[in-house]
């Protein structure tokens, strides 16, 4: 295309795409944004749009479509939705004024990281972008939301740290260097799981004096006093966080006013399988809010807190000191009915201060904007008012930090009227007696046509031309009329400015201030009116430290409320939290379960871990028992009293966990070549690899992806494993009855099993979790629950009676040989090979194995059990006498215990 011979406004266009080369390119031309040639052929397909076309010189026609300029919005939002970058370029001139071709420059560039539009964010979440800086050996992090002004950074050493800090944060967009790109990681597995755009920076951006020099021109300090002098990977990812800001917002960043170093061993780390299978903050299969832990709790009033509640879910709290805290705040509010529901209806009225900040900074903020800003700073006094006389030290706290703003209230208020326009460009926004230049123009514009007819009496008195007309012409603007009669009356001091037929017009001095204040005070008033405004805007931003300081305050504030809320309706008690490593909660309940049953309707349970003897809880009992809920009520229990909240249960003492693991259900990874069995597997090593004993794991029907014998001896080993090596509290519910032999074989190790009652052919489910091991599985009377046609269930009772007397069989290594000649040319070599595979497939009657580093268990003799079994399946009841019966069963009492 370079070649060839182009329009001037296609050439400006196709100059500014070189420029932005990986965007779509909005192209200001009057009311609308056009895209042409490839961004018009993508535009047009993802959006819908009727694909055109322009002459754009040379004689040839470019593809072409549009969107009108006030909607794009949504129509950036559809584009970043589906991975497109999009460049903005507007008009920078008055095109009636312009002379020759309209100037357009690129405003901004719009990224899935980089959204700052109110229309298409969602108040209630974050909208991340974060950096990544890889040295070879360990990773810098930095994490924004430019929409709000927050910015953290920590380091990584491995992979999976990684990975932990991607899933806490769930960033829309990664920016990295080229190093992290060759690192290993799968760029295009991480953006399937995580739904993100990666983008690959340049080098310089990563250069030493260039990072230095950015970051202390944007903090206006040093880099000790940014507290990055010694934190090499933590300074290069965050300059390259804020030169990317920079590249894409083409402006201010002011907002952007500190930077915030953590450590991830400051929280509980949640993977993003346990985020999704504990339902966290969406729904694990319709990815809706409701029917999540965040559904339950979030009672917020503002969006700021709505965030930060978000935050505690994704974050919770290892440090028992900062639990209490929030728990002594939340028990407060609890017991100060009247303060808390007045507390509630004035944060009510608060806006999101965050993002209309940002929007300050960006100087995009309308007047609509700073009324909304004036309406939420007038409720800071009364708000720091309600809380004066609270004792709990994160109250004091919040009252000591939150400014009034007070100054900056007054400062709108006197400026801005009540209901100013949407347009700062429009007029009429500032109050009368702010601006005195302004009140002139605005005197000029309503009283003009007085003024003219004051002047025009005064010459008709003063001349004695009764005839004497002052009119409007387009070209001359205001004159003096007078008819040619009255010509011998005209003074020296008018000034003739045309002739007519029958008459002359004349202008004086005074009438050409009146026609240059009258003609120009609309135009000039709007001017000076958003000068103005634009001062005020600028004013307010000088500010921003101040106001991010009260709003930070505002949202810690609201999630506590919303935390003594919902305690306060649900009945929820405040949990001990101990060191020591002990989960005992009383009557505990689900808490999003029981708020979908009507009320009195969930089954609360007991549950007891610890480090000693109730280490692992092997739970047993059919499908549709309640075992998962009641496993997922466990962790959302110790969950929420990480984060500070009270706990749906009678009693509770909950142990600080550095982790929640947990192997719930699976799906097959099709993308990557990996089947259901391989994912659980998958799941089930990291978690082996990264638990401690400070852990809480839950896992659900461990190897239940593959054949009976091999799903069993998996499920087997990571108990033992779990209970020899990594020592983690677990809750293990599974369908293979053999596991419950390992209570009292492996230390800690405790059978519990849901209860069920079973008449006649009618099974009830009692959602109790008691002690012991189930019986049997019910499999089969679950699916007559589901429907499942009669002739299928009675035939699968048949085969199951079948299957179960010939493993009885072949546990006695007595079945018969099956009839096909291929299997009786095996001989007795095939047969005794087929005994000892099934001696090996038979975890049930092998010892726990003890891991290296532990001391190496001995095996019991199991001959004399073999034999009894071996004799009882050779027996013929049906000839037997009631004595013959009662000798045999002593002679096997004696095979299985001969000390005896």
């Avoid at 001139?93 to 899935?112: N, S």
């Avoid at 202008?507 to 008033?525: P, V, Y």
């Avoid at 800690?748 to 099993?753: I, L």
Wanted: charged share 30%.
């Amino acid at each position: 295309m370079a070649e060839k011979k182009f329009s001037p406004m296609m050439q400006q266009y196709l100059d500014s795409k070189k420029e932005y080369p990986d965007a779509l390119l909005f192209y200001r031309i009057g009311d609308f944004y056009e895209m042409f040639f490839e961004d018009a052929k993508k535009a047009s397909e993802a959006l819908d749009l009727v694909l055109t076309g322009k002459d754009c010189g040379g004689g040839e026609r470019a593809p072409m479509c549009g969107i009108p300029y006030h909607a794009a919005d949504s129509y950036i939002a559809r584009l970043v939705s589906r991975g497109y970058k999009v460049a903005i370029a507007e008009q920078m001139e008055d095109p009636k004024l312009a002379k020759g071709l309209v100037k357009r420059e690129v405003i901004r560039v719009v990224t899935p990281g980089t959204l700052t539009s109110e229309s298409v964010l969602d108040e209630r979440k974050n909208n991340f972008l974060m950096s990544i800086f890889y040295d070879g050996a360990r990773f810098g992090v930095s994490t924004a939301d430019i929409s709000t002004g927050e910015f953290l950074c920590t380091d990584c050493g491995e992979r999976g740290e990684l990975l932990d800090e991607i899933s806490r944060f769930s960033p829309r967009e990664i920016v990295c260097n080229h190093s992290f790109m060759i690192s290993g990681m799968e760029i295009e597995e991480l953006r399937e799981r995580f739904s993100l755009l990666v983008t690959e920076l340049s080098d310089s951006v990563y250069q030493e004096e260039n990072a230095d020099r950015l970051l202390e021109r944007h903090f206006h300090a040093t880099l000790s006093g940014i507290g990055l002098s010694d934190r090499e990977l933590e300074k290069l990812s965050a300059a390259g966080a804020l030169s990317y800001i920079y590249e894409t917002q083409k402006g201010s960043v002011s907002h952007i006013a500190n930077i915030r170093r953590y450590q991830s061993s400051q929280f509980m780390i949640l993977d993003s399988a346990s985020q999704r299978n504990l339902e966290l903050t969406e729904t694990l299969r319709e990815k809706k809010k409701r029917g999540s832990l965040l559904w339950v709790l979030d009672r917020t009033r503002t969006a700021m807190g709505a965030r930060l509640l978000r935050r505690f879910l994704e974050q919770p709290l290892i440090d028992g000191g900062e639990i209490r805290r929030r728990q002594d705040a939340v028990e407060e509010l609890c017991s100060h009915y009247i303060e808390r529901e007045e507390l509630s209806e004035y944060l009510n009225t608060i806006y999101d201060l965050e993002r209309l900040l940002g929007r300050i900074s960006y100087q995009s903020a309308n007047p609509r904007d700073l009324l909304a800003f004036k309406q939420s700073l007038r409720l800071l006094p009364d708000i720091r008012q309600q809380i004066s006389g609270f004792h709990s030290e994160l109250i004091r706290e919040i009252y000591e930090e939150m400014d009034e703003l007070s100054d900056l209230y007054k400062l709108i208020d006197e400026a801005l009227v009540e209901d100013p326009p949407l347009s700062a460009r429009d007029g009429g926004l500032i109050r009368e007696g702010y601006h005195e230049e302004a009140d002139h123009y605005r005197l000029a514009r309503k009283k003009g046509k007085e003024w003219l007819a004051e002047l025009e009496s005064y010459e008709r008195e003063k001349t004695g031309i009764k005839s004497l007309r002052i009119r409007y012409n387009r070209i001359f603007g205001y004159c003096i009329e007078v008819s040619n009669s009255f010509k011998n009356l005209v003074p020296d001091y008018f000034i003739r400015k045309q002739t007519l037929t029958g008459a002359e017009r004349y202008t004086t001095d005074r009438l050409e201030e009146l026609q240059n204040e009258i003609l120009g005070a609309e135009e000039k008033l709007n001017a000076l009116e958003y000068g103005i405004f634009c001062q005020l805007r600028d004013r307010i931003a000088e500010n921003i430290p101040r106001v991010q300081k009260s709003s930070r305050e505002i949202a810690l504030l609201d999630c506590m409320l919303s935390l003594s809320r919902v305690a306060a309706e649900r009945g929820y008690v405040r949990p001990n939290i101990n060191s020591e490593g002990r989960i005992r909660i009383r009557e505990g309940r689900h808490p999003v379960v029981e708020r979908l049953l009507r009320e009195g309707m969930f089954v609360s349970n007991d549950t007891l871990l610890d480090k000693g003897e109730e280490r692992i809880s092997i739970i047993t009992g059919p499908n549709m028992a309640g075992k998962s809920t009641y496993m997922r009520q466990v962790a959302l229990i110790v969950l929420m009293a990480s984060i500070g909240s009270f706990v749906p249960a009678e009693e509770a003492d909950i142990a600080v966990c550095d982790r929640i693991f947990t192997r719930v259900g699976a799906s097959d990874d099709l993308a990557s070549g990996q089947s259901t069995f391989m994912v659980e597997m998958n799941e089930v090593a990291n978690i082996l690899r990264n638990a401690s004993a400070d852990s809480l794991l839950i896992l659900d029907e461990i190897g239940r992806g593959t054949s009976t014998f091999d799903g069993l001896s998996i499920a087997w080993a990571v108990v033992e494993y779990l209970s020899q090596v990594v020592k983690a509290k677990t809750l293990f519910a599974t369908h293979y009855h053999e596991l419950t032999e390992l209570e009292g074989r492996l230390p800690g190790v405790n059978n519990y099993c849901v209860a069920v009652s079973k008449h006649d052919e009618d099974i009830i489910f009692l959602r109790k979790i008691i002690p012991g091991g189930a019986d049997q599985s019910y499999g089969i009377d679950v699916a007559g629950l589901a429907g499942v046609p009669s002739p299928v269930i009675e035939r699968a009772k048949e085969i199951s009676r079948e299957l179960s007397d010939a493993d009885i069989l072949r546990r006695t290594h007595e079945l018969p040989e099956p009839s096909l000649s291929s299997k009786e040319k095996g001989g007795e070599g095939e047969k005794e090979e087929r005994e000892k595979e099934r001696e090996k497939e038979s975890p049930g009657e092998a010892e726990p194995r003890t891991f290296p580093g532990k001391e190496e268990r001995g095996e019991e003799d199991g001959a004399g059990a073999k034999e009894a079994l071996r004799c009882l399946a050779s027996l013929d009841l049906n000839r037997m006498t009631p004595l013959d019966a009662i000798n045999t069963l002593y002679e096997l009492r004696e095979k299985l215990s001969p000390e005896r």
